[in-house]
């Protein structure tokens, strides 16, 4: 299911009005020329050290202003001094709650607890890789969820709440063992009504794809056991289409390798026994082109 990220504004905590704000995690020369004039003839982006935490300030003395000037070649007029700081707000239940359900839109979900430390402000964005998985037997049991603040150009800062979350729809149930690596055909699979935690694919977007390790039959399909199927398995024959220019070769061969399609396997002659390299194209079509074949090998 496709996520998507809510942009927030946060209720500002912890910031001196007279303090210049520091929207990053570096104090840059462009955030210290506003507070004195002198560093404005530093490249604004230039990094000066490191920011306060979210919430946080920077006091920088006269004596400290002088010493750092002074490495750039700088001068400050005597007792000059500075003060930065970095905006910051707290999460709330509401805010959280709105995320999430941006991520999964038709799940019931119940926000028990969250990180109460001051957030920069920026994009909320709780992805479904950040919930834990829930057991199978206790599928409503508290999980935590983890997520991040995100700003342009900055390392996201990281959040979290625990959480229930359930969701209400159809799953998949394979009514016989599905091998590892083979296509799921429509025959293969059984749909119920189902209620738990997310993570179960759309039915529709199961036939087609293969299963990453053997599902036993009566078993759940779940998401993160599929993926695209490979084209081409070790051992099976293949087509091959040999090009030179505008000549156009056809032989069988027997695959050495497995892939999907625009991948490089090694595939066999089996009149001569010599192994050649070869691209993927379609179920079991593969092609040669000049340059390809393995050291030795040939494809007659």
């Given at each position: 299911?496709?996520?998507?990220?809510?942009l927030?504004t946060f209720?500002s905590i912890g910031?001196?009005a007279?303090?210049?704000?520091?929207?990053?995690?570096?104090?840059?020369?462009?955030?210290?020329?506003?507070?004195?004039?002198?560093f404005a003839?530093?490249?604004p982006?230039?990094?000066l050290?490191y920011?306060?935490?979210?919430?946080g300030r920077?006091?920088?003395?006269?004596?400290?202003?002088?010493?750092?000037a002074?490495?750039?070649?700088?001068?400050?007029e005597?007792?000059?001094?500075?003060?930065?700081?970095?905006?910051?707000?707290?999460?709330?239940?509401?805010?959280v709650?709105?995320?999430?359900q941006?991520?999964?839109?038709?799940?019931?979900?119940?926000?028990?607890e969250?990180?109460r430390q001051?957030?920069?402000p920026?994009?909320?964005?709780?992805?479904?890789?950040?919930?834990?998985a829930?057991?199978?037997?206790e599928?409503?049991?508290?999980?935590l969820?983890?997520?991040?603040?995100?700003?342009?150009?900055?390392?996201d800062?990281p959040?979290?709440?625990?959480v229930?979350?359930?969701?209400?729809?159809?799953?998949a149930?394979?009514s016989?063992?599905l091998l590892?690596?083979?296509?799921?055909?429509?025959?293969?699979?059984r749909?119920?009504?189902?209620?738990?935690?997310?993570?179960m694919?759309?039915?529709?977007q199961?036939?087609g794809r293969?299963?990453r390790?053997?599902?036993p039959?009566?078993?759940?399909?779940?998401?993160?056991?599929?993926?695209e199927?490979?084209?081409?398995?070790?051992?099976?024959p293949v087509r091959?289409e040999?090009?030179?220019?505008?000549?156009?070769?056809?032989?069988?061969?027997?695959?050495?390798s497995?892939?999907?399609?625009?991948?490089?396997?090694?595939?066999r002659n089996?009149?001569?026994?010599k192994?050649?390299?070869?691209r993927?194209q379609?179920?079991?079509?593969?092609?040669?082109v000049?340059?390809?074949?393995?050291?030795?090998?040939?494809?007659?």
């Amino acid at each position: 299911m496709t996520s998507r990220i809510l942009l927030f504004t946060f209720c500002s905590i912890g910031f001196a009005a007279d303090c210049i704000p520091v929207a990053g995690e570096r104090i840059l020369a462009g955030d210290m020329a506003r507070a004195v004039p002198a560093f404005a003839g530093l490249p604004p982006e230039l990094a000066l050290g490191y920011a306060p935490a979210p919430g946080g300030r920077r006091a920088y003395s006269a004596a400290e202003l002088a010493r750092l000037a002074g490495r750039y070649g700088l001068t400050v007029e005597p007792g000059v001094d500075a003060c930065l700081a970095r905006p910051a707000g707290t999460l709330t239940r509401e805010r959280v709650t709105a995320a999430m359900q941006a991520t999964v839109p038709k799940a019931h979900i119940e926000v028990l607890e969250l990180s109460r430390q001051p957030v920069p402000p920026g994009e909320i964005h709780f992805p479904i890789s950040g919930l834990s998985a829930a057991p199978a037997s206790e599928p409503a049991s508290a999980r935590l969820w983890r997520g991040q603040v995100r700003q342009p150009g900055q390392d996201d800062f990281p959040v979290w709440a625990k959480v229930r979350v359930l969701v209400s729809g159809t799953r998949a149930i394979a009514s016989e063992e599905l091998l590892s690596g083979r296509p799921i055909e429509r025959a293969q699979i059984r749909l119920e009504p189902y209620e738990g935690a997310p993570g179960m694919p759309d039915p529709s977007q199961i036939v087609g794809r293969a299963p990453r390790r053997p599902i036993p039959a009566g078993a759940a399909i779940e998401a993160w056991l599929l993926e695209e199927p490979e084209e081409v398995l070790r051992g099976e024959p293949v087509r091959v289409e040999v090009w030179s220019g505008r000549a156009r070769l056809v032989l069988e061969g027997q695959a050495q390798s497995s892939g999907r399609r625009g991948e490089t396997i090694a595939v066999r002659n089996p009149a001569t026994g010599k192994i050649f390299s070869a691209r993927v194209q379609d179920r079991g079509q593969v092609s040669v082109v000049p340059g390809w074949s393995a050291p030795g090998g040939s494809t007659q």
